[in-house]
């Protein structure tokens, strides 16, 4: 059974990749493949939750209560509905009133006093260069500036002219080496998913490796 | 065959010839350490919540990543509790799980359980913080968590000594920090995470609200060689250095052919204006 499953695996790699040549019928057959078991894992896990969640505890355990989020959840389906549209305003006003409560709560202080403390660092270091000039620290220095200027580049309000208009344009500076150090991340990302194809069709599957 | 077959070819023969390259390892840096230390001076018999959020897609980092990990946190006799915000994740949790708990002789359900997927993210995570048995009635396999040994100390989420988070997106640990430690200062977090979300998570680090973490397959190799125990990380990485090479070398070519291709036009179109 494992080796059937490292056989199909395989061919379906090896089907995936062909696309790097060129369209292919064996490309999108495995496409398809990969759209309708995702589909149909999504069923099923949802399936569960409601079950497991929602339904299963009211039977069994007398919690009636989940009667109300339940219904609440059936009102999207009044989508389908012209008539009766409006009525998935009011579970998505639920979701967007909890997420906002739960999510703002939370960030307030790991995301946003957390994060300022964080920037507010002493700018000198222990200590004298010569015994005389304070040593800078200059690390907590770049991490000063950088949130300032960056911060300057999305400061919408008023016009970017002078001051406002230099930092920003030094922010712009901060921002591309920030999206250029992701874009590096990104790349080592999908390096690694190569690597993980190569080993599994070499090791697993061809036994050379 | 056009340039791009060309450069598909060559590079998928210069990544498979390097993998055959034996590497001896690599030194671990200093976020890897801190991982390593964080898990290594917790003393036995202590509990650390392992997050499994990551997908199928993202297998390749996460799981010779937690593999490493399990093994450390098992052969130290630390006691594991498995959660996910990700529906795929526990998939993965449970093959590494049971398969290193027979290696190192360790009891599911005594020492480690894998309690799968709940839905929810941020308010599943706020409610998991007091009391965990609330979210999670059933483990993966569906036993009930009443009477489960491994769950007997602990009651919230707040409650365990470390949590180590395998991560495919910065969203997983700043769920854990929004939603447990605003709330519970003592809370500590690790993180292994996927190269590509680990700028989003450096502030966190540098903020001390992350004591460490592991990046990518680079990560899993540093930690592989700190336990002793090669897998993916350390064979592949070679073919990490030379992949990582090409596309500079590819990134360099292209940008010189650029700047060649500006200045031919640049000159035709001068001779044209004369």
């Known amino acids: 059974m494992e080796t059937l499953g490292i056989w199909i695996a395989a061919l379906l790699t090896l089907a995936i990749g062909s696309l790097l040549w060129r369209q ?3 490309y999108r057959l495995a496409e398809h493949i990969l759209v309708g078991f995702t589909a149909g894992h999504l069923v099923v896990i949802n399936y569960f939750n409601v ?40 579970p998505l006003a639920y979701f967007f009133g909890l997420s906002g409560a739960i999510g703002i709560t939370g960030a307030l202080d790991a995301s ?20 005389f000039i304070p040593a800078l620290n200059i690390n907590n220095i770049i991490i000063l500036f950088g949130t300032i200027t960056t911060l300057c580049y999305f400061f919408m309000t008023r016009p970017h002219k002078g001051i406002i208009g230099s930092s920003a344009y030094i922010g712009r500076f901060f921002i591309m080496v920030t999206l250029g150090a992701r874009f590096g991340a990104v790349v080592m990302s999908r390096l690694s998913l190569l690597i993980d194809r190569f080993y599994f069709l070499m090791h697993d599957w061809l036994k050379i490796l | 065959m056009k340039t791009h077959h060309v450069i598909f070819i060559a590079f998928g ?16 840096s200093d976020k890897t350490m801190a991982v390593y230390n964080a898990i290594e001076k917790l003393p036995s018999g202590s ?6 959020d990551f997908e199928a897609a993202n297998r390749a980092e996460m799981v010779p990543q937690m593999e490493a990990l399990v093994r450390h946190i098992m052969r130290r006799h630390l006691k594991i509790i498995s959660i996910s915000m990700w529906d795929q994740g526990p998939m993965f949790a449970e093959r590494i799980l049971r398969k290193i708990g027979d290696e190192e002789g360790l009891t599911y359900g005594i020492d480690y359980v894998n309690l799968g997927y709940a ?3 941020q308010s599943m995570v706020r409610l998991l913080k007091d009391d965990i048995k609330a979210v999670y009635k059933t483990d993966f396999s569906g036993n009930k968590t009443d009477d489960m040994p491994v769950l007997k100390d602990i009651v919230g989420a707040g409650d365990v000594s470390l949590m180590v988070d395998l991560s495919d997106s910065p969203s997983g640990p700043t769920t854990y920090l929004e939603q447990i430690q605003s709330f519970k200062k003592d809370f500590r977090l690790v993180c292994g995470l996927t190269a590509a979300s680990v700028p989003p998570i450096m502030p966190y680090v540098e903020s001390g609200q992350i004591e460490g973490y592991i990046i990518g397959l680079k990560g899993a ?3 592989e060689g700190l336990i002793g125990k090669k897998g993916l990380g350390t064979i592949s990485l070679s073919a990490q250095s030379v992949g990582q090479a090409m596309i500079l070398i590819l990134i360099l070519i292209g940008n010189l052919a650029f700047l060649w291709i500006r200045k031919i036009k640049g000159k035709e179109n001068a001779e044209l204006g004369k």
């Open chain 2, 221 to 223: 190799s540093e930690y």
């Open chain 2, 13 to 28: 023969i210069i990544v498979i010839v390097a993998m055959f390259i034996p590497s001896s390892g690599k030194e671990a």
């Open chain 1, 112 to 131: 946003i006093r957390q994060q300022i403390i964080a920037t507010v660092k002493p700018l000198w270091s222990q200590g004298l260069i010569w015994g």
């Open chain 1, 51 to 90: 079950a497991n969640f929602g339904v299963k505890p009211m039977i069994k355990g007398g919690m009636w209560i989940n009667v109300v989020p339940i219904i609440i959840g059936l009102l999207f389906y009044f989508r389908f509905s012209k008539r009766y549209a409006w009525l998935t305003r009011i």
């Open chain 2, 119 to 121: 839905a929810g993210a």
């Open chain 1, 24 to 26: 292919n019928p064996f």
């Open chain 2, 47 to 52: 509990t650390i919540l392992l997050g499994a």
